[in-house]
Each structure stands twice: as C-alpha cells, then as structure tokens.
DNA sequence: GATGAATGAGGGTTCATTCAT
DNA sequence: AATGAATGAACCCTCATTCAT
C-alpha cells in the first residue's frame, strides 16, 4: 500500500559510524594531495558530503583529524600482523612469501601508499601519533616478522644475521615503493611494484639461504 | 682617513652566492620540521639572518624558494653519481660495496634524511620540481647503478635478475631508513643504520652471487 | 499495574512558567559572567537543566532572552515603587531612610548587581528594552521619590531643591556601588555596601535638612 | 620650482603612535557601540583608516586592544589626580568644588561615559585590566580626595565622617551619571548633567558642613 | 640593495538557529 | 513537547607579498 522506504535509513549509531569513515576518507585522500597544511577543513567535509561545521561534531580540531586518519590506518596494519602470526608455525621461508604478497596487496590498495606519504609529511608535526604508530602498528609488525628470520637461523635454513635487521630490510623495498610511488606518481616512478617486490623475494630469500 | 672594515666585504657575487646559500639551508631546515604549509618566510629570513623583504631579492616567492632547495639538493646526488660512475669499471661487487658505503655516509649527513622528508611531504605540490629530482638525479643514479649489475650479470658473477629492479632494491633499505629516521626519530627508530645497511650489503650480495 | 510518578507532574501551565524562569535565572547569571557576545544558548540551556533546543521553545532567539531578562528584572523594582508609595505618607526624613534600607537590601541581594551590569553593557544593543526599563521601573521611581522630597520640601522640613535631581543623587551612592561591585569584585572594590549606604543616608538627610 | 609636500609626512615613531591613538580611540567608540564581543576587528580597523593586517602589528589580539583600550583611558584620570593633588592644601570646600567641576568637565567629554560603560561591559572579562584601572587610576584618586576631606575634618571645618566612604560618596552622581547618560542616551537620561552634579556639590558640603 | 611596516585574502573554529527524530 | 546533530555565516588571526624608506 506504502511505498516502502527504498534505502531505508540508517540508525543513529550506523550513520555517525559511516560519516566517520567517509571523513576519514576524505580526510586522508585530500591530506595526501594537498599536504596538511594545504588542506583545508571545508573542502574534506565537501569531500565527506557534509558541513563544515558538522566535521567538528566528529572531530576537535584539524589536528584531531590528522590523529583520526592516523589511527584509521593502524587497523589494517593490524590485520596484517595477525594474519602473519597465525602462519608464523609454518615453513620459513614459504611465510616470508606470504609476508611479500601481503605487501603487494597492501601496494595494491591505494591507502597504503597515501597513507605512508601522510604518515611521512605530517609524522613529525604530530609525535604522539607517529609514535602511536610505531608502537601499535610497525614494531609488533616487525617483531613478528623477526620471530619468523628466528626461527628460520634456529633451524638452521636461514644464515645467522639479526633478525630484528632482517625483518627492516625485508620491509624496506615496499615502504620505499609506497614513497617513491606517491612522490612520483604510479606513471612515472618507472617500475611495476608487484615485480619488484616479486624480485626482491627471491633475492632476499636467495640472500637468507645462502651459505 | 676613514677606517678600513676589518673583514674585507665579500665581492657582490660572492655574497650573493653565500647569502643563497645560507637561504636555502635554513629553508630546508625549516620546511623538514614544520612543512612547507607551516614554515614562515619569516623565520627562513630569520634563521638566514637576512630581513624578510630581503628573501625576495633571492627567491621570488615560497614556492620558487622550495625548488630552489631541491635543486640544491640535486649536487651532491649528482656527485654521488660521478663517484660512483667513475669506479664502475671494478668488480661489480667491490663496486656495490663503495655504493652502500656512499649511502652510509649521506645518512650520517643529517642533510639526507630532512630533504627526503621534505620531497615526499612537498614533492606533490611542485611535480614539476620533483619530475626534475627524479629525470636529474634519480634515474642516472639508478641507471649507473643498474649498469654495474648488468656487467656483474654478463660476467657471470650475479644471478640473472632485471638490474634496473636490483639497482632499486640496492637502494631501498636506505631511503626506507632515511624516511623512518626522520618520521620517528632517530632514537625511536630502533635501529642503527649503518648496521642496517651493512647487514645489508652483505644479504644483498650473498643473493646476488647465489646460484 | 503502572508505577505512580512518585512525584506528580507539575500542571502544565505550571511547568512552562517554571522553566520559563528557570531560564531567565540561567541567562541573567551567564550574560552578567561573559557578556552577551560570550554567552552560548547551549550553556544557558545547561545552566537551566534543559536541551539546547527546548530553549527555543521558550525563546525565538538570544536577543528575546535578553528582553526577556530585563523584563524579568523589572517585576521587583515594580515592588519596590508599590513598596515606596504605600509609605509616601510617611514623615519624608522617615521615608527617605526606608528607600535607602531597599536600595541596601537590593544590594545585598546578588541579582541587582549582576542584571546592573547586564543592562550597562547590553542596553545599547538592546535600546527599546531598556527604554522599557526606564520607562517602567527608573522613571516610576525617581518619580515616587522626587514626590517624598518635594513633600518635605512643601512642608519646609527640606531645603528648596530640584526634587528630581535630589531623587537622582539619592539613588546615585547605590548604582554607583551596584556598578563597582560588579566589576571590581566584592572583595576589592574596597567599600562595605551597607555602611556606604548608611552614611550616605546620614550626609543626603543632614544636607537636606541643614538651612 | 617644485611643489613643497603640504603634509610633510610624520616622522616614523610619530607615525607609529598617530596610528596607536587612531585604532586605540575607534578601538573605544567601537567597543562602546557593540561591546567587546559585537565589535569586529575589521570595523575598528577601518574605522582607524588602515588595514586588518595592520591593528595587529600593533595589538597582538583583540584582547590586548581592549588592555590598551584601558590603559589609555587611566591617563586623563591620572592627570585629574595630579590636578587635584596641587590644590589639596587649598580650603577643603574650595577643593570639593573644583572637584566637582572636573567631574563635570570629564561627563562633557564624549570618551568617559563611553569608556566608563567598556569598563563596566567588559571588566570583568578582563580582571586584570580592571584591577589595573582600580589600583592605577580609581585607589589614587579616591585617595587624595579623602585626604582632603580628612583635613576638612580635622580642621573642624567637616562634620566626622569615614573620609574614604565621603570620597566615594562624592563620585558617586558623576559614576551614575556617565552610566545613566550611556544606558539612556543623553536624551532620554531625564537630567541635565550640570545641574545634578551642582545640586550635588551644594548639597554634599551643606551635608559635611553641617552640625 | 636591504628592510620591515602594511596589507588583505584565506582558513580554522565557534555558535545561533533549524529540523528530523 | 523535547532534543541535539547538522549547518554555514561570521569572525579572529596568520602570513605571503608588496613597497616606501
């Protein structure tokens, strides 16, 4: 008899979650373009489609903002930690391919790289948060990561170097992709992040393995 | 009759040349600790020592004073690569070794890391100014590099791999070092470099030289 | 079945005039602390135990809460011209010490000070309200009080003067006092209301009275 | 041959404070006409005939204008003090009249009942400006008006009274009459400032010359 | 050439008011 | 009726740039 409300509306805790997110989305799309300092507030809420006025009912200030998209990103980094734990049992060497695609997913996805280039540009302006970031997200990151090259020297298939070493250098060519990728443009930057990464698993690999 | 200045003044281009000089090296200070967008002329006159109106005699506007400071920066990159063209003839991995050890050494400048710092948080909103960084420095550096590997793969000595990927691999842990130091300190960054990209160097050719 | 509010509602007519001066309590205490540019709707709503939009329902916006404050003040200054006039019989020396025992009595009492204040530094943007105030309570009293004295003067028991100025000058001692209160502060504007009042009573009756 | 400049241009620090005196003076016009919080910047700025940007080359914040808006005011009071202060050893009649005579004098002028009602709006806001006013410019005052009421006094010539209550009781019409003529509008205040305040002398010393 | 006072566009933030719930 | 999330106009203040000295 009534027409049925076709997108029926959200609740009230549903919508303040999803205008959260897509604040957050705005917010770190136009941090990445313009930088902190050339973003301007109105133009993230445009982005998030709503008022001005309104993005300061989810958040204090800019500056809180920078905190939220920060905190935004630490999840999936989360994720990637425990996925990498649960296989952390497994064949050395097999999960630091696991590790290597995770990577090239996460290059894949294009937060990563905007994200880094955030985390890079405004990291200094706001210690707390790059610290939050180190401690929640990049050293358990790289602690399980280090406990996986452990166990690979204890059994004697990976050659005895520092793990917590090995571990930063297994990382460093996608965080340098992400970088270089962001600062130069996926056109320009002049290689294609799956085979570099591809590359770099076999020769760390080779690198670990041998003698 | 009248007094001599004590200190002879400079010729004019020489002071003009200093007083540029001096610009953009509080510059790029000041851009890599508060941003492009929170850096004042002000202080970059100040912390130069010249008077804000004076800047302008130099640099026509911020934003000509922020390509100044990158190609400022282009030198000694530049330099780094003559260096190393000039020893590319010698075993490649005696050749790979002198690379890491430059590396090593434009860390421990503490120049390196605050004008990555300021390329990746500024580079976006000068494309032009970083397309440069990356046509006059970047790739000739990558490609002299990418050219001992290829030499090193003819004779036999590195295992077959695309050396423009290997060239980039070879210089990831230190841009990825270079970016961590800056964003969260160095005394919070957990590691040191030069072990890292010792560690490095070894790993790096214990892969290339493998089977 | 159902449980009994414990306490029954109040009627409604009752209600609505509870909050109404509810409100106006909050208000008048909130733009005598910060002013009227300084006083947000949302904290007076606070202050008056309801929601920031429930005020509007009371009041169609901050300027008509203003009226509504002054108004609101003006009921005991109305009391205090019924007050006076009933006495006006009285022996005038008599009379004159009651007006200035009300005018002690309202000092004491905090409102008077505070809506002083809030009509000294509003009334200007708020012109017919204080016209109001003039009209219904300032000139009704002068006017009650220039009679008292222009009776005493009739009888010959005071000295020939403007009974309109002389009821200005009788009040003067305590606006004046309401005024240096409120801004310095009771405890540093260096007076004691009452005795400024009392000996002001001595030295206005001894003038009056004296040849 | 050449045309003489017909204004020579002021010299820089006359410059410097023609234009302080400028924005100070719209500074209390404008404060007076909107209060602290309906006053705008760029109205106080254009009212003193220069740009935004300028006022705060001047005043650090709105805040500080409205200290210097104080400040500036306590001069006049200064000087009435000093005025005083050479005629205290005069007949301590004489003195309350010259007294008086000022206190007409300051009502004429336009800026004390304006900065009168700035004081009284916004004191408060501003507790140390206010103090500052009270200690500098209000204590020093009724302290020399009390010493020469207390030398009436002690030369029999005063009846025995708490000379400091007197020296308040002595400006107190003037306060209430810049307070009134503020709130009111000096044509609907009712009286005519003159004839209050004489009435007010002529009675005040028939009171303190009385028995 | 060197300087810094003057400028005004621009942006973060506040808050009176509205309106869907 | 009561509420408070949403809104955008308004305002303080900053700072790149200009220009008279």
């Given at each position: 008899?009534?027409?049925?409300?076709?997108?029926?509306?959200?609740?009230?805790?549903?919508q303040?979650?999803?205008?959260?997110?897509?604040?957050l989305?705005a917010?770190?799309?136009?941090?990445a373009?313009?930088?902190y300092?050339?973003?301007?507030i109105?133009?993230?809420?445009d982005?998030?489609?709503?008022g001005?006025?309104?993005?300061?009912?989810?958040?204090?200030?800019?500056?809180?903002?920078?905190?939220?998209?920060?905190?935004?990103?630490?999840?999936?980094?989360?994720?990637?930690?425990?996925?990498?734990?649960?296989?952390a049992?497994?064949?050395?060497?097999?999960?630091?391919?696991?590790?290597?695609?995770?990577?090239?997913?996460a290059?894949?996805n294009?937060?990563?790289?905007?994200?880094?280039?955030?985390l890079?540009?405004?990291?200094?302006?706001?210690?707390?948060?790059?610290?939050?970031?180190?401690?929640?997200v990049?050293e358990?990151?790289?602690?399980?990561?280090?406990?996986?090259?452990?166990?690979?020297?204890?059994?004697?298939?990976?050659?005895?170097?520092?793990p917590?070493?090995?571990?930063?250098?297994?990382?460093a060519?996608a965080?340098?992709?992400?970088i270089?990728?962001?600062?130069?443009?996926v056109?320009?930057?002049?290689?294609?992040?799956?085979?570099?990464?591809?590359t770099?698993?076999?020769?760390?690999?080779?690198?670990l393995?041998?003698?």
């Amino acid at each position: 008899m009534f027409a049925e409300a076709v997108v029926p509306p959200p609740s009230r805790p549903a919508q303040r979650a999803a205008r959260e997110a897509a604040i957050l989305g705005a917010a770190l799309r136009i941090f990445a373009e313009r930088g902190y300092g050339g973003a301007r507030i109105e133009d993230i809420a445009d982005a998030a489609g709503i008022g001005k006025g309104t993005l300061y009912v989810y958040f204090s200030s800019k500056r809180a903002l920078l905190e939220g998209v920060v905190r935004a990103a630490a999840d999936p980094g989360l994720a990637a930690i425990e996925s990498i734990a649960t296989q952390a049992e497994g064949e050395p060497a097999a999960v630091v391919r696991v590790i290597v695609e995770r990577a090239k997913r996460a290059l894949r996805n294009e937060i990563t790289p905007v994200f880094a280039k955030v985390l890079v540009a405004e990291g200094g302006r706001a210690p707390e948060v790059s610290a939050v970031y180190r401690k929640e997200v990049m050293e358990p990151l790289l602690g399980v990561i280090a406990d996986v090259i452990g166990r690979g020297i204890e059994r004697g298939v990976f050659r005895p170097i520092d793990p917590n070493l090995a571990a930063r250098l297994l990382l460093a060519p996608a965080m340098a992709a992400a970088i270089s990728l962001e600062v130069f443009g996926v056109g320009d930057a002049g290689f294609e992040p799956d085979s570099l990464l591809d590359t770099h698993a076999d020769l760390f690999l080779a690198g670990l393995q041998s003698v």
